[in-house]
């Protein structure tokens, strides 16, 4: 099977959203976003970046790309918002390619760092992103949240 790692067109939200759905399921929640919402996040707006990872028969991941202006030094960052890959395709280096991937766009941009967040259960996901070179930040405490809608 190729890889082929590439920017995320508009033909491809219908798979992206199906990936999404699964990735908001695995932490119990459920993907609401529409087709039409995502084209207008992602391709109107521009407020974020998707990667997507296809083979012969498909998309097989993604990564979201949310960019993170830095108000103290002027520059920006990017976090990786979403990694996601098709469970048969895990323990294929698929998701490592996409990070690989993002990290290109991320310093063609000129961000100063990349980010991405594990749960703390994920253990498997800590230990990639350490062998991966990812330095592991020191968490700043507990983080809040308010619904506006």
């Known amino acids: ?25 695995h932490h119990g929640d459920e ?8 084209h207008h996040q992602i391709f109107d707006l ?7 990872a296809g083979e012969e028969e498909g998309l ?9 202006p830095n108000l103290v030094t002027g520059g920006v960052g990017h976090d990786i918002n979403h990694l996601f890959v098709v ?3 895990r323990k294929a280096g ?17 961000a ?3 980010m991405i967040s594990a749960h703390r259960e994920n ?8 062998d991966m070179g990812l330095e592991e930040m020191p968490l700043f405490g507990p983080r809040f949240k308010v619904g506006l809608g």
């Open 1 to 25: 099977m190729t890889l082929n790692i590439r920017q995320a067109v508009p033909d491809d939200i219908p798979q992206v959203l199906g990936m999404m759905a699964e990735l908001a399921r």
């Open 123 to 130: 253990l498997g996901a800590q230990t990639a992103y350490r």
């Open 46 to 52: 521009g407020r974020g970046r998707i990667v997507v």
């Open 112 to 114: 100063e760092v990349l």
């Open 31 to 38: 993907a609401t976003i529409s087709r039409e919402m995502l």
């Open 94 to 110: 698929i998701g490592r390619a996409l990070i690989a991937a993002v990290q290109e766009v991320s310093r063609g941009e000129g």
């Open 60 to 68: 097989v991941g993604y990564a979201l790309l949310l960019a993170r």
């Open 87 to 89: 469970e048969w395709r």
